[in-house]
């Protein structure tokens, strides 16, 4: 009996030893914050990458949105450039020549002996951007470049009638206010027999009446 109450009293004390060894507490106390440290370790890791999908949806995002925007910008260039394009043809419409008073003016020019046979007319617009004093680029401008070319024949005995047909457009008083300063042309000039009458001769004679430039 005595031997099992110093036995249980051994025990009792070694029990007492091990909970009073500073060195296991501290072990505990160590795999404690360990298990505390992982804990909160993971739980900043999940919220790392939940942040960094998140930024990347974002970046994603703004790179859509910055494409959008780089069409709309061009979309908004293109559609100025339309409306420069649409506002330089209303300006030709309104401006346009009209040639019902020049081809009258023409009809009183007629000499006789002297055939009209093509009456035409050429055109054409080229268009600039000039610059201005600070280098940056003003409202387009074009050119308008108009000329007539009369092609005919002179049956006169002299075939020189063609000549007062050039100065009656060069004199004419409505004309003079449309006419270039280069004055009518000849660009053409060809003697022929006339196949229906080998005894008779013409010439067939091209004039060029060009229009002054005018910028529209």
């Known amino acids: 009996m005595a031997i099992r109450i110093n036995f249980l009293a051994e025990q009792q004390e070694a029990d007492e030893m091990r909970r009073r060894d500073p060195l296991k507490r501290a072990i505990a106390v160590a795999v404690l914050l360990v298990v505390v440290i992982l804990g909160v370790a993971g739980l900043y890791w999940r919220k790392g990458s939940a942040a960094a ?60 002996d002297v055939q009209v046979q093509v009456l035409r007319v050429s055109q054409s617009y080229e268009e600039s951007i000039p610059k201005g004093p600070d280098g940056k680029p003003r409202a387009a401008i074009a050119t308008e470049r108009i000329s007539l070319t009369i092609s005919g024949r002179d049956t006169s005995r002299d075939g020189e009638s063609f000549n007062k047909l050039k100065d009656q457009i060069q004199n004419n008083p409505y004309l003079k206010g449309f006419l270039s300063k280069k ?32 910028e529209r």
């Open 183 to 214: 004055g009518v042309t000849l660009q053409e000039l060809n003697k022929s027999v006339d196949p229906a009458n080998p005894e008779n001769s013409f010439v067939s004679f091209t004039l060029l009446v060009p229009f002054q430039e005018k």
């Open 53 to 112: 999908g998140e930024a990347k949806a974002k970046a994603d995002q703004l790179a859509g949105l910055q494409k959008d925007a780089n069409l709309v910008k061009t979309n908004q260039a293109r559609i100025a450039d339309l409306n420069n394009k649409l506002k330089s043809l209303e300006k030709l419409a309104v401006n346009r020549t009209l040639w019902g008073s020049q081809l009258n003016a023409l009809q009183n020019c007629a000499v006789d």
